[in-house]
């Protein structure tokens, strides 16, 4: 294995007081040797057998160094990105990104459907993938997205409510009050606001057409705003 030596060249290695910083916190690290192999982008931390994690930053003296791979660079910052795996137990376990898209079996959902309290005289939220409308939106990358939910033994007619997410958590709701008949309006909806349509289901069958009211709802810096009246039954 390589080691950086003072002048930044492979060889010899580096021993004298060092301070690793991770997360703005100073992590002493006081007369070891420093080790940097190439072939796994790791710095190792000899003597107490401390690795450092990605995005770490070694303070070397009174002489900070920069190493850039395959560069052979160096200036005033240790700066070590690592590729595929630490050694250090000091580092947090590295978390994969979620995959964008729809998922409408997405734990954050299922979460937030438990969550909210049934109606008064009704059975609770169904937090089952398969009973949620199939306008829903849900994708964690989006600024915006919502899930349409309905009621356990749900039938056409049985209320609804829009839960929205943003970036994948849960924000709320659309309105206090579930409506029967929601829809998204995939038409209108872009990745920070969400339309939904609600039909006016008082005077017509379940699968007959009926007025439509259409309530965008925007993500707007840490809310959801509402940009339309709700609908007045």
Same mark, same amino acid.
């Given at each position: 294995?390589?080691?950086?030596?003072?002048?930044?060249?492979?060889?010899?290695?580096?021993?004298?007081?060092?301070?690793?910083?991770?997360?703005?916190?100073?992590?002493?690290?006081?007369?070891?040797?420093?080790?940097?192999?190439?072939?796994?982008?790791?710095?190792?931390?000899?003597?107490?057998?401390?690795?450092?994690?990605?995005?770490?930053?070694?303070?070397?003296?009174?002489?900070?160094?920069?190493?850039?791979?395959?560069?052979?660079?160096?200036?005033?910052?240790?700066?070590?990105?690592?590729?595929? #795996?630490?050694?250090?137990?000091?580092?947090?376990?590295?978390?994969?990104?979620?995959?964008?898209?729809?998922?409408?079996?997405?734990?954050?959902?299922?979460?937030?459907?438990?969550?909210?309290?049934?109606?008064?005289?009704?059975?609770?939220?169904?937090?089952?993938?398969?009973?949620?409308?199939?306008?829903?939106?849900?994708?964690?990358?989006?600024?915006?997205?919502?899930?349409?939910?309905?009621?356990?033994?749900?039938?056409?007619?049985?209320?609804?409510?829009?839960?929205?997410?943003?970036?994948?958590?849960?924000?709320?709701?659309?309105?206090?009050?579930?409506?029967?008949?929601?829809?998204?309006?995939?038409?209108?909806?872009?990745?920070?606001?969400?339309?939904?349509?609600?039909?006016?289901?008082?005077?017509?069958?379940?699968?007959?057409?009926?007025?439509?009211?259409?309530?965008?709802?925007? #993500?707007?810096?840490?809310?959801?705003?509402?940009?339309?009246?709700?609908?007045?039954?």
């Amino acid at each position: 294995m390589g080691m950086l030596g003072p002048a930044g060249q492979w060889g010899g290695g580096i021993r004298f007081a060092s301070l690793l910083v991770r997360g703005g916190s100073p992590v002493s690290v006081r007369s070891q040797a420093v080790y940097v192999g190439i072939p796994a982008a790791v710095l190792l931390v000899a003597g107490r057998g401390s690795g450092v994690c990605g995005g770490d930053t070694l303070r070397v003296g009174g002489a900070e160094q920069e190493a850039v791979f395959g560069m052979g660079r160096v200036g005033w910052v240790v700066v070590v990105v690592l590729v595929g #795996w630490a050694l250090s137990p000091l580092c947090a376990p590295v978390r994969a990104a979620p995959a964008c898209g729809l998922n409408l079996r997405a734990p954050e959902i299922q979460t937030a459907v438990k969550s909210l309290p049934s109606l008064p005289q009704s059975y609770p939220w169904d937090s089952n993938p398969q009973s949620f409308d199939p306008s829903s939106n849900y994708d964690p990358c989006a600024v915006l997205s919502a899930v349409i939910i309905s009621v356990e033994g749900a039938t056409g007619s049985s209320p609804e409510l829009a839960v929205f997410f943003h970036n994948g958590s849960y924000v709320g709701i659309a309105t206090s009050k579930a409506y029967a008949f929601t829809t998204l309006n995939a038409a209108k909806t872009t990745d920070d606001t969400v339309a939904l349509d609600y039909k006016d289901g008082r005077n017509v069958c379940t699968a007959c057409p009926g007025p439509i009211t259409t309530v965008r709802y925007q #993500w707007q810096s840490d809310h959801v705003a509402m940009l339309d009246p709700a609908p007045q039954w």
